[in-house]
């Protein structure tokens, strides 16, 4: 099994509207979880961190649930520069590698 | 530097050449990881530096990858006598240890073996 397991998509959304994303890991000793934004021929960037009390920044709202070990995404308000892949990544702690998901592809239509 | 700076950005091999791809990590990063990216795929693990220690390479396909940070700074990746399935991006990371914080990226080297 997968350490990290995500719908790969695509998500075809038209501007304006909010869409979320799904992850799951299969670790329960995983302590660090993230968001990664990819766009086409770049280097993943990070986006946002992942609190267990859910966090938000501006239009994102990152939520994750220890008990399902379940992560999630949700965009609200979608832009055309949201269009892009976005990758869920877990990590074991400090010095241990990052488990990445295979991402999930979205594109805003306007 | 400002960021992590790989080289070159592109490399074309021909199947059983030797490559080095080169990184550059950002000033005073501890931790230093290599991954592979194939299309359409997410990163997957290669290795894992702390200055100049190895601490993980349980990601390397083969023998035929080798990866070093004599200096604690700057790494090299080599992979010898390439073969197609070789063909991938390869991108490099760099985090101050101690912090949860998610790790910043190079740009990758594309490598197309033929």
């Known amino acids: 099994r997968k350490e990290v397991e995500q719908d790969p998509g695509p998500f075809n959304v038209p501007e304006g509207a909010t869409v979320a994303f799904n992850c799951t890991y299969s670790n329960s000793a995983s302590q660090s979880f993230f968001w990664y934004r990819q766009d086409c021929r770049k280097e993943p960037k990070l986006l946002m961190s992942v609190y267990s009390s859910g966090n938000e920044d501006g239009r994102f709202t990152a939520q994750l649930n220890r008990a399902s070990q379940y992560i999630s995404l949700l965009i609200r308000d979608s832009k055309l520069s949201d269009s892009a892949t976005y990758l869920c990544?877990?990590?074991?702690?400090?010095?241990?590698?990052?488990?990445f998901g295979t991402g999930t592809s979205l594109t805003v239509i306007p | 530097g400002a960021g992590v700076s790989q080289s070159p950005r592109y490399k074309v091999a021909k199947r059983g050449q030797d490559v080095a791809l080169r990184c550059d990590p950002i000033s005073g990063h501890v931790s230093l990881f290599w991954y592979q990216q194939a299309l359409g795929q997410g990163p997957e693990f290669l290795t894992y530096f702390q200055n100049e220690a190895q601490l993980d390479k349980s990601g390397l396909p083969s023998d035929r990858f080798f990866a070093e940070r004599p200096e604690g700074s700057v790494s090299t990746l080599k992979i010898q006598r390439t073969q197609q399935e070789d063909s991938a991006v390869y991108l490099c990371?760099?985090?101050?240890?101690?912090?949860?914080?998610?790790?910043?990226f190079g740009s990758g080297t594309r490598l197309t073996v033929v």
């Open positions: 990371a760099s985090s101050q240890t101690g912090t949860f914080y998610g790790y910043t």
């Open positions: 990544v877990v990590n074991r702690g400090v010095g241990n590698q990052f488990y």
